[in-house]
């Protein structure tokens, strides 16, 4: 069994890679697989980074953007892929892998009107973006974009034809099975490795650090040309302590089965990977075997002059924790360029016609593939490197990739067809797919939860699996890909127009409550001038009026910014003002019953923690002016002046990135000591986040339509709209934690892209938003 198939690490590279970085790399301890890309060991020594000024008006990202962006990321620029200019990825070829996460049906709308539900969102993804609202299509034309007859048609007329073009085989003297063994035939010593080779390779040997109590096998006999051959493989489950083994299969020549044990781990079982170890929790319950069980069992069976044979067998006798001389690994044996290797599973169909690790079987069997294993290692000795060479096992590996995916468009080409004759008119969605590009690389791709994008052969017509399941699977399976879509969606029910058009009209209600301030009593003979002066120092005032019901005068002023609102708040409650000690409060409501927690949680949203708000800026000011007086400022890194939507004037409030919390922090405090010298102006930790200014102002200015048109729409009481409301808010809280417990299981390294895709019906059109960032050692996200 093999690595692509299987969560073994770095001890079996990805076989069928077209990529020299996939060479044998030394294992490590670890509780995941260690990079399949990202190159050799120098890779941990340089982390990919994410460089995003994505900030005001530069805040909404097209889809063909978001597209460049993941294809850059998974191919890197050795494979025509660009730079994107919004965001620069610095060290690509050391990330991990790609990992995009979809949540279906959820727009932009949803993760700020439930914003305390997504917890580890807003807190582990330091770059966020606008996205146009969803198409329905955007993924799926993503994922399969690029079909065509012409390409479908060129890919089965041969088996030496893909793409066009004409492969052929290498001369004799170019193959490197020829080039490694020479023509003739040998004998079976003449193949198994070298001491050096099994340093290089990864193999347990006395001595090398982690081998230390390692059982030796003591099978220390001169090995012949007639020494016996024996085919040996086992299967892994995660625990505490790693991948370990839990069960073990031997063959002898003949093919006979001698030893099928299972095995209890001594430590918890974290993940069984039942998909491709067989193992569940059910079969391991009654097991009493242990590893030294099993050590001295194989011991016993072995004669001393034995040789194992077993494909990328290193990661085999380390997961047994046993160390043997003479080994043949099959996976070596049938020999590629650049330190690629060839799949188990395909050579037993190419070399010996054998069906092996069969989809609808529940895992790989042991005992299968160690046959596999001994009977090619019995073909390769029998036939010469000559016989081996005319198989043409790379050409035969580039046809069946090709049959393979024209296979898979020719199932996908009428279902996307559909997709995109729903689409709206002008939506720009990019032609050219780079999925095919890294099944030819020979990196794995995962697309999980649609039935849109299931697997060609799956039952279309089942149910659709549950998110709980999706998440499942994925934390199996993520490891294992080099790029992943991982879909999650909501019920029928919380996508219907009518609680939307709630959901909207609440959120509307809600910022319009938090930009508003009552402030009073004032005298009768207040100066209203002198009052609205005083409030507009912290920012752009939208409306000003006077409350006359009250037994003394007060007034309520809406704000068009939050932070003005509430700055407004901390510096003039209980401040004198037109000859009156006032008091500065918010609207008392339902929906503002939480709004500390809330204003507290936005202060320390990730994307807000680097960003300050500062009103009394002089609208004389050039950019270059701003910059300027602002240059005492430590570590600035980008500065927004907003520009009113209607005359195009700047406002009198800005915002300030900086690299760092503790930059923004100290930043505050000199504002502070400009104030006291004399300066207007004013400062704050900035709430909204910088793709956040035009939806709010959007949302603030928007009138009673959404009720309407839900009133119009569908007749649904509010009865069932709050408790479908409510419904959605724990959905959504769940949805976040799943997300949490995939992202946990992803490798350092790793880019993590969240897209929450928005809609466009005729009902409404919701805006989408992207997260991103890149997990390191700490768990969180590199920017």
Not at 366 to 395: H, M, R, S, W
Not at 743 to 766: A, D, I, K, M, W
Request: glycine content about 6%; proline content about 4%; aromatic content about 6%.
């Amino acid at each position: 069994m093999e690595e692509a198939d299987r969560p073994r690490g770095p001890a079996r590279p990805r076989e069928g890679s077209d990529s020299a970085e996939d060479a044998p790399r030394r294992r490590g301890k670890r509780r995941r697989p260690e990079p399949e890309r990202g190159g050799s060991r120098g890779a941990k020594e340089k982390k990919a980074r994410l460089s995003a000024e994505l900030f005001g008006e530069d805040c909404e990202i097209s889809h063909d953007q978001v597209y460049e962006f993941l294809k850059y990321a998974a191919l890197g620029k050795h494979h025509n892929a660009a730079q994107p200019s919004w965001c620069h990825i610095h060290h690509q070829r050391h990330l991990a892998r790609v990992v995009v996460i979809v949540l279906h049906e959820v727009s932009q709308l949803h993760f700020y009107r439930f914003y305390l539900q997504f917890k580890h969102l807003r807190k582990s993804f330091p770059h966020r973006f606008s996205l146009p609202p969803d198409s329905a299509n955007f993924i799926a034309s993503m994922c399969r974009e690029g079909v065509s007859a012409k390409h479908h048609n060129s890919a089965q007329a041969s088996p030496h034809v893909f793409n066009g073009h004409i492969f052929k085989s290498t001369s004799l003297e170019q193959d490197p099975t020829v080039q490694k063994y020479g023509e003739k035939k040998h004998g079976l010593t003449t193949y198994t490795l070298t001491v050096q080779e099994m340093k290089e390779n990864n193999y347990p040997l006395e001595g090398l650090p982690g081998c230390l109590h390692f059982v030796h096998t003591e099978c220390n006999s001169p090995r012949t040309d007639s020494s016996p051959l024996f085919g040996l493989d086992c299967e892994m489950c995660l625990t505490t302590k790693g991948n370990e083994v839990t069960r073990v299969s031997l063959v002898d020549a003949q093919g006979q089965c001698l030893l099928d044990e299972l095995i209890k781990p001594e430590t918890q079982i974290l993940n069984y990977f039942t998909r491709y170890s067989g193992i569940t929790r059910k079969i391991l319950l009654p097991v009493k075997t242990k590893l030294a069980d099993v050590q001295d069992k194989l011991k016993k069976l072995l004669p001393h002059d034995a040789i194992l044979v077993g494909h990328s067998l290193n990661a085999d006798l380390r997961a047994l924790q046993m160390i043997h001389p003479s080994v043949i690994d099959t996976s070596l044996l049938f020999a590629r360029s650049g330190g690629r290797r060839f799949k188990l599973k395909f050579l037993a169909k190419a070399v010996l016609g054998k069906e092996i690790q069969c989809e609808n079987k529940l895992g790989h069997d042991p005992t299968e593939d160690a046959q596999a294993a001994l009977e090619l290692a019995q073909y390769f000795i029998k036939q010469g490197p000559c016989k081996v060479e005319e198989l043409n096992l790379e050409t035969l590996l580039i046809a069946q990739k090709a049959s393979e995916i024209s296979q898979q468009k020719s199932t996908l080409y009428l279902q996307l067809n559909r997709v995109q004759q729903q689409s709206s008119e002008g939506s720009s969605i990019p032609q050219l797919c780079f999925l095919d590009s890294l099944r030819l690389a020979g990196q794995q791709t995962l697309l999980l939860g649609r039935q849109d994008l299931a697997s060609p052969g799956s039952c279309q017509n089942g149910p659709r699996p549950s998110n709980k399941q999706i998440l499942q699977r994925a934390i199996e399976e993520v490891p294992l890909s080099s790029f992943s879509v991982v879909q999650f969606s909501l019920r029928s029910k919380h996508v219907v127009p009518a609680l939307v058009a709630g959901i909207c009209e609440k959120m509307r209600i809600k910022l319009g409550d938090l930009l508003t301030l009552y402030a009073g009593p004032f005298g009768k003979d207040f100066c209203l001038k002198s009052v609205k002066k005083e409030f507009k120092k912290y920012g752009p005032v939208r409306s000003l009026t006077v409350i006359t019901e009250t037994q003394q005068p007060h007034i309520c002023i809406q704000y068009e910014v939050l932070e003005a609102a509430q700055l407004a708040l901390e510096s003039l409650n209980g401040a004198e003002i037109a000859g009156s000690c006032i008091k500065v409060q918010r609207p008392v409501s339902a929906v503002t019953l939480d709004c500390n927690t809330l204003i507290k949680e936005l202060e320390m949203d990730v994307e807000n923690e680097r960003v300050i708000y500062m009103a009394g800026v002089k609208k004389s000011l050039t950019e270059t002016d701003l910059q300027e007086k602002l240059s005492q400022l430590k570590d600035l890194k980008a500065l927004f002046l907003p520009r009113d939507h209607k005359n195009g004037k700047r406002q009198s409030y800005c915002f300030l990135k900086f690299r760092t919390a503790e930059s923004a922090s100290s930043a505050l405090e000199v504002i502070k000591k400009w104030a006291t010298m004399g300066s207007k102006l004013k400062s704050r930790r900035a709430l909204t986040p910088s793709h956040l200014n035009q939806w709010i102002n959007h949302m603030a200015h928007q009138g009673t339509q959404s009720l309407q048109e839900g009133e119009s729409v569908l007749c649904m009481k509010k009865k069932q709209v709050s408790i479908c409301e409510q419904d959605l808010r724990e959905k959504l809280k769940k949805l976040d934690c799943r997300i949490k417990k995939l992202y946990r299981s992803l490798q350092n390294n790793t880019l993590c892209v969240v897209l929450l895709p928005g809609t466009n019906s005729v009902h409404r059109s919701l805006s989408g938003l992207g997260l991103m960032g890149i997990k390191d050692d700490a768990g969180k996200s590199m920017c």
